[in-house]
């Protein structure tokens, strides 16, 4: 069936100067969630990047078993972060995705999502709008301090989890489009609130407005917003992923503004990153635009405390509140003080850190519905540190963290509440 | 080939999901941090108890397949790359339990695949101290510690991975079980047949239970940075710093290339033009006794001719000096693709003359060598920048290596002080020591591992 390997070996050719940089130490065993849970060789950096050397030097004829072993990965960055020598493990999986899914072929459910749904934005809304309507036919309450549901019948996908259920009105549905000018805060800024907010946790959406508007800043959220890319580009389809970059940049460009904010580790980091590290094959022009949107792209953490300078540290009381660094935003971005300042400034918190606070909670987007189990034992670990820290609400910032750590401490019955840190924020307003 | 048969025997013994077969997962255990070409396993197996060990060991001696055992496969001398032929990889991150750590008697009895840093943290938490630290502490396991007798940056005062093996208890090639060492503090009941494990590499046992000693920790450290424009002072230096009775706990080297290297990396501001540094750190069981030594070491530094000394006030700036020891390997290994990072080891006098000797073959062989290192115990890291894609280079890189053996051996040193031998360095074997050596090692090996079937070629070659 994939008789011509010699085609993907050359394909792959080109990721070569950056692998050959891996010096097979084995640092990344230390630290990779996946590999802590398997301890096989294929689930971590290195052992992906000698597979996939090897398929490019046509050492290798067992592709299937490397795009399998490929990808078994968060793409957590935690390798990248913890590389001695600077190996640029997440480009080379991201790309490496990109030619070994392509080659392979899109699984006909993956098609049919990224192709069929998540590249028409307008579609997309309409069809899971209907689904929030008819989830409690199917669903029912699971923690109520969480807000979790869980399945009353046995559904395939859903199986055991404790997911987040669709809101009622989505974001978009509240806060309609904005386009208004800066007021005393003197900024002007873009919101992108991304699926997830949009979708499940519009109260995330709805404290970053409120700390936008109460800061006097001009805030540009325009309609037909469609999705940051990463779960077409995570697969693989590139194709579907250019489309969606195409789609939010020509909305974006319409009007001026300072900085475009994300409540979305991952978006954030998909904008910031992968937006420009996957334009390679653009036209001179479109990379620039790209790069251009990329460079003003910041979380909204970030922008609060080092350009607004807002958080200051008071002496909190009240609710213990700790901190799950996303991967995306510690590792990726190395924002990790902000979220915490942030925290700090609420008087009616009592901030604990919790042990291992950046290490990745197993959602991993499409990880999770790929290998629920091993993502749920990665999970446990991250639930078991949140109730050793003692907290009452365990803060992070992004709405993926938020529904795999609602899954998690949801199962274990664990009364702890997991919100955004905006959330925290906006209420000192 | 391996027979279906035989395949269903290990998965019957093992469970399925530790017996890896498909090439994909075999292809992941054909390397390790050596540079070397990777030979691919036939199999992969994965015990997760001692019984199982056991029992995998004699099956592949009844079909005479050769095993290499690996615990994180860091080797940096190949030792952990399968056979050629019908190679098996055994796995020991499924033997990963600390069995004991006894207080009383200050001894811990682990299996093969617990990681070191791992161990050294639990050790910790009962206010103990297991010393050795070798540079891949986070993911090395102790029986890979032990297989390779690693050492590290405490070597010169606490000393190496040899010095807290007491017992090693292992299957023998057949599969059968051998004790030897002890809990007690002397033991001498038998050969010491412990202490041969150590640093074999694989080639004679495959190790079950490990009995390492544990120490009190030293309650106070002082740490310093000093400059010098001249390699030679910073040698007289280490040696005066000795010779005054004081031994560090840290000495470490870094030379001028490493130095401009660091500096590229971290922008930190490092001195360019000096011609090395040490990061010299004292330690022990009273604060008065640490400071008086810092203040000491401070002394002989400047006596020496060190043009600046920095003494580190608190845990910052501590972590502040360290910095630029921590980078030092990250730094060399983003400079260039492959990083080649050898160990070749003098007597601490002979520093000068074999960083000197190292310049001069980068130069000869126009190659970027940049040389850290545990000045303490003339365990140097002299590392080339490569790339291995480029023969030419390539080719010259191994005729630098050949000549920095021979000027470490010619210098009074070895060819290993803590990275072993494996596959990479046997052929230099014989020129340290002698024909008789390999012979009677052959003998030895021979004696114990009839069907050469323990990590065959490792070490002895043969």
Redesign the interface.
Known sequence: MHEDLHQLAKMLHELDDQMVACMKCGMCQAVCPVFSETMKEGDVARGKIALLENLSHEMIADAEGVQDKLNKCLLCGSCAANCPSGVKVLDIFFKARVIVNTYMGLSATKKAIFQGLLTKPALFNSVLDVASKFQGVFTKTANEVIGSSCSRINAPVIGERHFMPLAKKPLRKLEPALNTRPGKGGYRVAFFPGCVIDKIYPQVGQAVLKALRHHELGIYMPAGQACCGIPALASGDKESFDKLVKCNLEIFEKENFDYLLTACATCTATIHELWPMMSGDKTESMQERIAALAAKTMDVNKFMVDVLKVAAPVQGHGTKVTYHDPCHLKKSMKVFEQPRALLKSNPKVEFVEMPEADRCCGCGGSFNLQHYGLSKDIGKIKRDNIVASGAQVVATGCPACMMQISDMLSQHGDKIAVKHVMEIYAETL | MISASLLTEFQNLLGKDNV?E????R???????A?LD?VVPELVL?PTNSEQLGKTVALCNENKLPMTVRG???NLSGGTIPTKEHGVVI?T??LNKILEINEQDLYAVVEPGVVT?KFAAEVAKRGLFYPPDPG?Q??STLGGNVAENAGGLRGLKYGVTKDYVMGVNFWNAEGEYVKSGGKTVKCVTGLNIAQLMVGSEGTLGVYDQIILKLVPPPVASKAMLAEFDDINKASETVAAIIANKIVPCTLELLDNATINLVDDFTKAGLPRDAAAILLIEVDGGHIALVEDDAEKVVEICKKNGARRVQMAKDAAEKNKLWEARRNA??AL??AR???VLEDATVPRSQIPAMIKAINDIAAKYKLQIGTFGHAGDGNLHPTILT???DKEEFHRVELAVDEIFDVALSLGGTLSGEHGIGTAKSKWLEKETSKATIIYSRRLKKAVDPNYLLNPGKIIGG
């Open positions: 890896l498909s090439e994909s997962d292809h992941a255990y054909s390397y390790d941090a540079v990777a994965r994180a496969g860091t796995l991150n499924g840093a891949s986070a993911v390997l990250p290994a983003r693709p492959t990083t790339d291995k894609r």
